[in-house]
Nanobody
């Protein structure tokens, strides 16, 4: 059974940093492309960052230069380092693992950026 456990969300002031982690079990982690999405109230879920099995990364324009996605295949973990956070980054963040028709989601972790 595949399980994804997210951690690291919370409340942070504007300009601060958070690191989200998503650890998978029951899956051959290294062959999956990994993504972080977010969804703010009233908005659609949007792609924040992704990293392929080969290590290629891509980012939404709104987070380029502020967020970094990492993967550690030995620990079955994908992380999202978020720096210079802005109030508009407030959302529930979800990790997502994809390979072909296989698609798995984490439960989501709340990130709130507020003074």
């Amino acid at each position: 059974q595949v399980q994804l456990v997210e951690s690291g969300g919370g409340l942070v002031q504007p300009g601060g940093s958070l690191r989200l982690s998503c650890t998978a079990s029951g899956i051959r982690f290294s062959i999956y492309s990994l993504y972080w999405y977010r969804q703010a109230p009233g908005n659609q879920r949007e792609l924040v960052a992704g990293i392929t099995s080969g290590g290629n990364t891509n980012y939404a324009d709104s987070v380029k230069g502020r967020f970094t996605i990492f993967r550690d295949n030995d620990k079955n973990t994908v992380a999202l380092q978020m720096d210079s956070l802005k109030p508009e980054d407030t959302a529930v963040y979800f990790c997502n693992l994809v390979r072909g028709f296989l698609n798995f989601w984490g439960q989501g972790t709340q990130v709130t950026v507020s003074a």
